[in-house]
């Protein structure tokens, strides 16, 4: 099991203790001689370094890590692994809900997981009284939980604008009933958006996520409509309009994908920075490698590439007081999340599912369709308790890749979607989305050290 991590970052040293979440900003003799799996004896280090430092400085260093290492913010142990592997035990209560408003969707997007919002199924708008009910369900399965939050998903949700205003009312009123908060997203595509529509989100949605992929010509060679146009000339100063009546205690981002057409990524991540936005994610498509914009081994240098860029643009414009927030590389150093989301990650088929317009519950959004993860329907009693506990002992510590790896407090274990549709088991992690993980977390951290040495 990996004890440390260390990289290099633009020319800068850093260290990680994995399981205390320490992370030190190190010259390059510490960086030598510290190993990954404990620290060699000294004799052993100023016989291999002598050529290179001196004994007084190897000497110096070592009392130091010695003094790390005393505090337990270096070689840490691992306090966790009791509570992961117990993870199955006891009562789950909900958290998160997503709502598929619509199995339906004005956009033919080229990478779409949903079968381009049709979900392996047939178009479906949700009606108000599942809607209603979904709100029942998640209220009644929170337990002791105050704070519930609810993506209105699809498809395209604004085409069922109607219903979402008649569910997000009868939210208001049972949470008031029930003591609970309940907060509402809407990931939308933003080619419905009108002054009224933009009105009521501002008022009614916690965060508003909108999608468009970057530069015009990488946009509107993916996300198109069902004519085969493209969206961008539409959807940008819908998005930025929507923006501007956001102020800034209101969530949204700016959302996009990128693929193998542009792994050049950077430049659309700065297009959107350039046009104003300064809360934005432009994440990695996922699909089988046989499709023709799937990421594959092959691009990780130029993907990595990108990060590197990404990095030194985001120090130089935190520098300058000109900061945008990249979703990737947020990230807390000062012991947050809780331990139990570092070791199980979303919560999904546990403490968050996705409800269909029928009704069907599964874990996620990106288990929809399939009836092997079929978890009940809001129609009749009961959850699936056997697919529960299998979600619940999803975590890092069911993982033997995981387990042994540096990232897992980071990464949680990575999408149980995306290691299940890739290996047909969520315990084994989709790889190359692990590869790409692990270096932004590197950028995370790095860009964060820089932010906190100010």
Known sequence: MADIHKFVQDGDYYIIDVNSGSVHVVDELVYNIVDENGLRNKEELIGKYKEKYSKEDI??????????IKDEILYSKDLYENIGLNAGEGSSYIK???????????????????????????????????????????????????????????????????VV??????AKQQEKVHNKTLRFTMTTNATLLTDEIMDYLDKNMGNIVLSIDGRKRINDDVRIRV?????????????????????????????????????DFYEDIMHLANEGFDEISIEPVVLKEDHPLSLREEDLPKIFEQYDKLY??????????????????????????????RISGCGAGHE??????????????????NEDFKMG?????GLDEGIEKQFKEGNIYFKPICKECWARFYCSGGCQANNFNFNGDIHIPYEIGCKMQKKRIECAVALKSKMIER
């Open 59 to 68: 000497l110096e260093a070592y009392e130091e890590l010695e003094d790390l």
């Open 96 to 162: 998160a809900l997503c709502l598929n408003i619509a199995h339906d969707c004005n956009l033919r997007c080229k990478y779409c997981f949903a079968d381009e919002g049709e979900y392996k199924g047939k178009r479906q708008i949700m009606s108000a009284e599942v809607g209603k009910k979904a709100i029942d369900f998640v209220i009644e399965h929170s337990g002791p939980r105050k704070h519930i939050e609810i993506d209105l998903f699809g498809g395209e949700p604004l085409i069922a604008f109607d």
């Open 165 to 170: 205003k008649e569910i997000v009312e009868y």
């Open 227 to 263: 004519d085969g146009s493209g969206s961008y000339d539409s959807i940008l100063p819908k998005i930025k309009k929507m923006v501007k009546a956001r102020d800034k205690e209101k969530q949204y981002y700016a959302r996009g994908t990128f693929t193998r057409n542009n792994t």
């Open 312 to 341: 030194k643009e985001m120090v130089k414009r935190y520098k300058e007081g000109n900061m945008f927030k990249f979703y990737h590389f947020n990230i807390d150093l000062q012991g947050g999340p809780c331990v139990y989301k």
């Open 352 to 369: 968050y599912v996705a409800i269909t317009p029928s009704g069907d519950i599964y874990p996620c959004h990106q288990f929809v369709g």
């Open 377 to 381: 329907n809001l129609f009749k009693e």
